[in-house]
């Protein structure tokens, strides 16, 4: 395959978006007719928290934030934008890692967050099944089904914020997608308002449907570009029975994903995270994140968090047995002897992006290679970044087991804040082309949004681009939705 890594025209290979209109007062007042005081603001002390990313790196500019109660005024909204040519911006609970969620700098966009609409529609125990609106923050669904004895799978540091639909829009991954898939997996379909502002449903649990092409599959992962989520049908599994959550010491990626698939062999069908924490995310942590404790009395220069669990009556899963077994994988190892400990494991590896945050600024690159290729990349990716761009601290960590590592690049100790906005860019650049020289993608599980749109176009094949530029031109003529991210 042809690898280009230097774009010969960047516009040709992106979408070229439809001129838009700003909102005019008639729009405006008719708008804050139709939601009323609660799903209607101009107020800038309540918009302002819409406007920038969380990690701070985007700031936009907005005429209105909408925030709807139910899917009829999400139809309307859509509607009177679609005839007005006005820009929408969905937005969840504004967690995204690339700039997704953030208006440009225009004003002229309105931003619309689902935050009100947060109903559980129907839990079905013996279908397996939850509807939830697009509001539905994470942890509260986790909550509810754990209630009735069932869990939904997937899970991430966000939890207390992200919603059922931004992580939808996303395909989220998180925690849990070794055992379990992304969100494409976890969802049946979805209900949407697509550009024209058309309500399309579709949360039927089928087993089987082949009426075409699957648009629920196309929403998801979609960024907001193709219509505004409104509902998700949710896969739910059986509550855990017991689980046993282990922090490991090792001396190399080579070595933890050696110790994945010896684990995977001595306890089949039970192992469901296995998190690549690297001795740098750790004393982060330890120095941002307060009543926080190392895990094992020593450093190591590597660490691996595994959970193990089992359905409910079944003894919990033997993973110090386990880890007898391949004494010459690992240099130290601690099993949490209850749930305290186990949430304290946990706690570190859900603070490392806070942690990471609060140190200064990072070049934060979400990406994957072939499974096997991951420890190799990691390690001669991270000298090679390193001697490159003298300074800078590689620090890679996450989902190893999905080939999926975020390898993030610190900025030299002392660079100014806007380090990634003026300086970075050769890095990122460099590290795009070995990911994708290793046959791997740039986004493995955060999106494109406005953050890579510039390395999407630069890297993708002309097939790509050609099939997501044409999807979009006919799904959202107009380019009211979410323009800038993604295409
Ligand atoms: P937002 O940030 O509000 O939006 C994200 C995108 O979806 C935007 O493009 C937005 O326009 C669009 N969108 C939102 N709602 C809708 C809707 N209803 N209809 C159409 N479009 C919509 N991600 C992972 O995959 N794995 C992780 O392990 C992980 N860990 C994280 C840890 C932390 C601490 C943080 C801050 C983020 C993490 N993320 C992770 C990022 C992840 O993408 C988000 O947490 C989540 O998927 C976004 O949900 P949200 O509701 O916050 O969406
Ligand atoms: C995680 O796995 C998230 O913790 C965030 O996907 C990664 O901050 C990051 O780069
Ligand atoms: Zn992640």
């Keep these: 395959m042809e690898i280009r890594t230097k774009a010969p025209n960047l516009d040709a290979l992106r979408y070229a978006a439809p001129m838009l209109a700003a909102p005019t007062p008639a729009l405006l007042d008719a708008l804050a007719a139709r939601l009323g005081p609660h799903g209607f603001s101009r107020d800038p002390h309540e918009l302002e928290p819409y406007l920038t990313d969380w990690r701070g790196r985007y700031h936009g500019k907005a005429a209105a934030l909408l925030s709807p109660a ?22 969840g609970g504004n967690t995204g890692m690339v700039g997704g969620a953030t208006p440009d700098a225009t004003g002229g966009a309105v931003v619309l967050s689902l935050k009100r609409m947060r109903a559980v529609r129907t839990i079905d125990v013996a279908a397996d099944l939850a509807i939830c609106e697009a509001g539905v923050v994470l942890a509260d669904l986790h909550a509810k089904a754990e209630d009735l004895g069932r869990r939904f799978p997937l899970s991430l540091g966000a939890k207390g914020s992200a919603t059922i639909g931004g992580l939808c829009s996303t395909n989220a991954g998180g925690v849990q997608v070794l055992r379990f898939g992304t969100m494409r997996s976890l969802v049946h379909g979805v209900e949407a308002v697509l550009p024209d502002g058309s309500l399309f449903e579709d949360l039927q649990p089928l087993k089987k449907d082949n009426r075409g092409y699957s648009i629920s599959q196309l929403l998801i992962g979609a960024e907001g570009t193709l219509g505004v989520i409104t509902a998700a049908s949710l896969r739910l599994y059986p509550k855990i029975g017991a689980r046993t959550v282990a922090w490991i010491g090792l001396a190399s990626p080579e070595n933890a994903l050696i110790l994945l698939r010896h684990l995977e062999r001595k306890l089949p069908e039970r192992i469901e995270s296995f998190e690549l924490v690297p001795k740098s995310a750790l004393d982060l942590v330890l120095q941002h994140i307060p009543n926080v404790q190392a895990p094992l009395a020593q450093p190591h220069p590597w660490n691996v968090l595994v959970e193990a669990t089992v359905p409910d009556g079944s003894p919990a899963p033997d993973v110090a047995s386990a880890l007898e077994d391949a004494l010459d994988l690992i240099e130290d190892a601690a099993i949490a002897a209850n749930e305290t ?26 990406i994957s ?64 082309d070995l990911v994708t020289q290793a046959g791997g993608s740039i986004s493995a599980e955060h999106g494109i949004g406005q953050m890579k749109r510039d390395e999407l176009a630069r890297l993708s094949d002309p097939a790509r681009m050609h099939a997501l530029r044409a999807i979009k031109t006919a799904l959202d003529p107009h380019g009211i939705m979410n323009p800038g991210k993604l295409l």
């Excluded at 139910?70 to 937005?91: L, S």
């Excluded at 400990?341 to 979400?366: F, L, N, T």
């Design 70 to 91: 139910n899917r009829d005024e999400v139809v309307a909204i859509v509607k009177a934008c679609a005839d007005a040519k006005v820009a929408i911006v969905p937005q």
């Design 369 to 432: 290679v072939p499974v096997s290729a991951m420890p190799g990349f990691v390690v001669r990716g991270a000298a090679d970044i390193e001697k490159r761009f003298p300074g800078t601290r590689v620090n890679a960590f996450g989902h190893l087991g999905d080939g999926n590592i975020h390898f993030n690049v610190r900025a030299p100790v002392g660079a100014p804040k806007d380090w990634v906005d003026t300086s970075s860019h050769p890095i990122t650049e460099h590290v795009h």
């Design 341 to 366: 400990q186990a949430e304290g494991m946990w706690r570190i590896r859900e603070s490392i992006s806070e942690a990471e945050k609060k140190d200064g600024p990072a070049a934060k690159h979400d």
